[in-house]
């Protein structure tokens, strides 16, 4: 054992409890996570948001706090995971808090019984929190008013409903929320430049395939294939004008050609990285342009216009739209992909692509420099967040967030500049926009009736046997009223038929969710609790993409569908 | 602010549903997709659903989902069977566990949890393998549910399942629901042995990682992973031949991390880490509560329609049997139906072989490699035959001795051109026929 290295820092407690999780979002994702403080304003059977909150306490969220002013009945214990018969009586909010503290001694949990019609007419009551995810029924007036609150404070706020069969959320996130750390398959970030090289990756090229013909069969087969491709291309072009391949027809012949320089007369029949070369000519040799959501983000005010006090996400941006301006192409990634090569020469390739990924990162540096003197902004920005930017650059997401719809008592939904696009999705098959106009639908019966004439608890459709039908009914009127609106507004011409199958659909849905009666069903809360913990994550942690803005799941076809409204 | 006390509540023998009333509203009332011929809203659906015996297997990730969401669904007789003990690494996302049970079994831990949450269902445990039990245990049951992160394990009762269907007895045909896991995505689907596509016909759509050549690690590593593969096959074979390899001991891993470190710096290799070398050596897959808690959900939400056709479900003959579900960008799930093969080896006739492309210059050694790699076989301990000879036999020490010389000859020299070739393995209660294919 003498000649290795030191004995190592094994893992340490934290890292072995929560290494599945550390290998998908990291220990910045993490510290994310610790930092944040969620609250639940619960109501209805209350499932889901607590399965919510489940997935969230278990990797180790920093807080939560959990609004809910029902007392727990026999009802709850019949779906409910988190409450056992000893709470009956108690209070929810509690009881699932404590029982949820349970599952993890680093996360902490506080609970609020205050019904939340007054909870919420005190002062600066939100400000403790970085996210909000409410539970529907909800009365609509306290929806807006948190709703106003996501936007004055800019942290984002989500809406659920699961009810019998259905479920649906909405994420109403801040209007600016970029994503530099999207984790794009791996298969579809490789970007090695082949069709625009710098002068180091052509004479690496040439270095590695000088006398290639010549070559004794081992050096052949460990040729890299990066190399054999820019040397096939470099031929290509001298019997081309000094074109590269340009179309389909144009890359299948240069894959012919490549195909065919193998080596086959030796025992394997053939050469792996020759093998590697051919697979890798349609997916690589494509003009490294950035894609229109990229280009998206160089144009947007927030990016053209650099403040004092703009995130620094902005700055970074604006610095590699210059680069882009100047040069055509986004910063180089800097990764290879492994392939079949020796050592040294895989080795020296990671190198050239790493000094050139260095050379762009250090151009685009100075760049952001040069803003942030201009912009008299006060503390520079670290380069480990630019080298990320760069490293990222053509997978970079930006979210525009935007409310949700919250159905008010009196008046009709709007759509604005999304009712075109929302109007031609309602017209597909098996489209779930017509379950959407069911829950917005079941939200307006909700605003317009109550369990009794005190201000209390909303009532929702179905709950008694003796009113099933007539709220069936009702709810049915409501959403045709809707959907009518929808295609109003958009001005769109559906034909007469097709609108008659989409009513019958709307029809059909809405029937679903009043047989539910407000019921929740522990296995449809258990999957939107998992969706949904799932997007909290993202959007805390900054990492992959979130839905934009509104999913819906069909729990008796077990299909799903995101759209922006 | 002091809520009642619950003994002023009304007890159960005034409401003996009141606990049900939610699941109440969809077991007594018909839906707009509800097929009225098989629902029998109120007392007999629920009556069935009572009396379903149901099993789940593994009580790990997904395991424990579906056992609090079956004993949630209203199910009161589940069995669970899981061979594993409870690890450190399980608790950010194995609920019922803590880390006072670390070290004890997880399915008698899981069972005992469930059954004192949720007053009324009887779970019932067996720390152990599937393959410990024979036809007639599971022949007492009306479902099955899966949440395993093996795929032997998955073929394996899939394969008995498939086997156990007696056409005259309609108790036999046994529902698999099975789920799975990775990272951010998952799948869940529904099986009617013998009348829908089979786990065994879907082998295919999870095709298992490549392994890295061995003369890759031996001689031209590039990568960090290949520094500790190294470590693991080749240099702790050599050095420390005498101690079996225990993946959870650290000295273990700290060992290969050190060597791995140490060769990677002779390559100039940057990016060994000690994380790194646990995730490879244990063949780590990511894993999360959310996803488990979808994937879980959508089974049970299956298993609970199956059991009381209160909506339509997944897997019945010629409709959607599969989701496929994604997270990673925004959320996306595929819901389809996966086609029975007629060369499925499992649930097919049994009489069409199935294609099997084979280089002419390789050896048997190299084909039996492959078998471990390729998606559709997936054979890591495979004995071949032809209709006329024993090629290679694993499954007897004495027949491998008589079989061994063969591994070095050409597949060319052994068998020909579109001769079929029949391939057994331990794991499996099949046999797998196979047509060879020469290429090139
Ligand atoms: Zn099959």
Known sequence: MADLPPPVQGPTAKEKKYDRQLRLWGATGQLALENSHVLLINSGPGVVGVETLKNLVLPGIGNFTIQDSAVVSEADLGVNFFLEEQHLGGFRAEHTCNLLKELNPDVKGNFITEPVETWLTQPNVLNPYTLVIVSAPIRSELLAKLSAHADAAIIPLFYIHSIGFYSHFAIHLPPAFPIIDTHPDPESITDLRLLRPWPELLQYAADKTTNLEAMDGEDHGHVPYVALLLHYLEKWKEEHDGQVPQNYKDKTTFRDIVSKAARTNNPEGGEENFDEAVAAVLKSLNPPEASSAVKEIFKAPECVLVRQDSPSFWVIANAVGLFYTKYGVLPVPGAVPDMKARSADYIQLQNVYKSKARKDLAEVLESVRFLERNANRSTAIEEKDVEAFCKNAAHIKLVRGRPFHVVPAEGSVRWGDRAKSIAQTLTFPDSLVPLYIAFLAWDKFVATHEKDALGGAPKVPGESDTDLEADNEKVTSIAFKIANDLVKEAAASIDEDEYATIKTQIGEFVQELVRAGGAELHNISAFTGGIVSQEVIKVITEQYIPVDNTCIFDGIRSKSAVFKV | ?440
């Not at chain 2, 409870?86 to 566990?97: E, P």
């Not at chain 2, 036809?135 to 093996?150: H, K, P, R, T, W």
């Not at chain 2, 991390?257 to 710096?265: F, N, T, V």
Request: proline letters at 6%; hydrophobic letters at 35%.
């Open chain 2, 1 to 440: 602010m002091e809520a009642n006390a619950g003994s002023t509540l009304p007890n159960d023998s005034e409401a003996p549903r009141a606990r049900w009333k939610y699941l109440d509203k969809i077991l007594n009332r018909p839906g707009p997709f509800t097929d009225e011929d098989s629902f029998m809203p109120g007392e007999p659906v629920i009556e069935s659903l009572e009396r379903a015996k149901i099993l789940v297997i593994g009580a790990g990730g997904l395991g424990c989902e579906i056992l609090k969401n079956l004993a949630l669904s209203g199910f009161k007789d589940i069995h669970v069977i899981d061979m594993d003990t409870i690890d450190v690494s399980n608790l950010n996302r194995q609920f019922l566990f803590r880390a006072s049970d670390v070290g004890k079994p997880k399915a008698e831990v899981a069972a005992r949890f469930v059954e004192s949450r949720v007053k009324g269902v009887k779970i019932t445990p067996y720390c152990g393998k599937i393959q410990d039990k024979d036809e007639e245990y599971y022949m007492q049951f009306a479902m099955i549910v899966c949440g395993l992160d093996s795929i032997e394990a998955r073929r394996w009762i899939n394969a008995t399942l498939v086997g156990m269907v007696d056409p005259e007895n309609p108790d036999s045909l046994k529902p698999l629901i099975d789920g799975g896991t990775e990272g951010l995505k998952g799948q869940a689907r529904v099986i009617f042995p013998t009348m829908t596509s089979c786990i065994e016909c879907q082998l295919d759509m999870h095709a298992p990682r490549a392994a890295v050549p061995l003369c890759t690690l031996a001689t031209i590593p590039r990568q960090p992973q290949h520094c500790i593969e190294w470590a693991h096959i080749i240099a702790w074979e050599e050095e420390r031949k005498e101690i079996t390899l225990d993946t959870d001991d650290p000295e273990h891993i700290t060992w290969l991390y050190q060597k791995a470190l140490k060769r990677a710096q002779e390559f100039n290799i940057p990016g060994v880490t000690y994380s790194m070398t646990q995730g490879v050596v244990k063949n780590i897959i990511p894993a999360i509560a959310s996803t488990n808690a979808i994937v879980a959900a959508s089974c049970c939400n299956e298993a609970f329609k199956i059991a009381t056709n209160t909506n339509p479900f997944l897997g019945f003959p010629e409709t959607d049997n599969y989701m496929m579900y994604t997270g990673d960008e925004s959320i996306y799930t595929y819901t389809f139906e996966h086609q029975k093969k007629d060369d499925c080896p499992v649930c097919g006739a049994g009489t069409i072989a199935r294609p099997l492309q084979v280089n002419p210059n390789w050896t048997l050694q190299d084909f039996v490699d492959s078998l471990a790699e390729r998606p559709e076989a997936q054979l890591k301990k495979p004995s071949i035959r032809t209709g006329e000879h024993s090629l290679y036999i694993q499954s007897l020490a004495d027949l491998e001795r008589q079989t061994r010389h063969n591994l070095t000859k050409k597949m060319s020299e052994l068998v020909e051109d579109g001769e079929e070739m029949v391939i057994t393995d331990k794991s499996f209660p099949t046999q797998f026929k196979y047509k060879v294919i020469f290429h090139k």
